[in-house]
């Protein structure tokens, strides 16, 4: 199997293309197709830009699908759940719906679920609470968002 990996040799940092095998002895090894260079002084963005030009020119795109995709924002959803089902297991949203007053027209239980949660997966002060808001799924769920709380 083809693959591309970093090797260093007298502190600088190489790209290669290299394949795996069994040799004789039935063993694993691993064969240098091509050195695509020095890569030390480039950025990560030419880094990519080197390997994806060789991809092409070798026409092996269908060995590489992941160069057809764009990297995304990424949301934290592993920490997030487990309080929410928490949250609504307990029914907290009715309890504090019902213990704030009706004058109050900030949705007070959703901003203490969120706060519930960021102290679940990263506690800190309320306004690292507010910047983790955009990390969070709570970000991309239409009744979570802060121009709306």
């Known amino acids: 199997m083809a693959r591309f990996r970093r090797t260093t040799a007298r502190d600088k940092t190489y790209l290669q293309y290299v394949s795996s095998y069994r040799n ?6 691993t064969k240098v197709i091509a050195n695509l260079g020095n890569i030390s002084e480039m950025t990560e963005t030419d880094v990519e830009r080197l390997t994806l030009s060789f991809i ?8 590489f699908p992941m160069s057809r995709f764009s990297l995304g ?3 934290h959803y592993g920490s997030c ?3 929410i089902a928490i949250w609504e297991q307990l029914g907290l949203d009715g309890i504090i719906n019902n213990a704030v007053s ?12 969120i706060q519930t949660a960021n102290r679940f997966s990263e506690p800190s002060s309320k306004l690292a609470c507010y910047r983790w808001h955009s990390n ?10 802060f121009s709306d709380i």
């Open 102 to 113: 009706r004058k109050v027209k900030i949705p007070v239980s959703k901003i203490s679920l």
């Open 56 to 63: 092409k020119a070798v026409e092996a795109e269908d060995k």
């Open 136 to 145: 969070s799924m709570f970000s991309q769920l239409k009744d979570f968002v």
């Open 24 to 29: 004789e002895k039935k063993q694993p090894a």
């Open 73 to 75: 924002k990424g949301y």
């Open 81 to 83: 759940l487990p309080a």
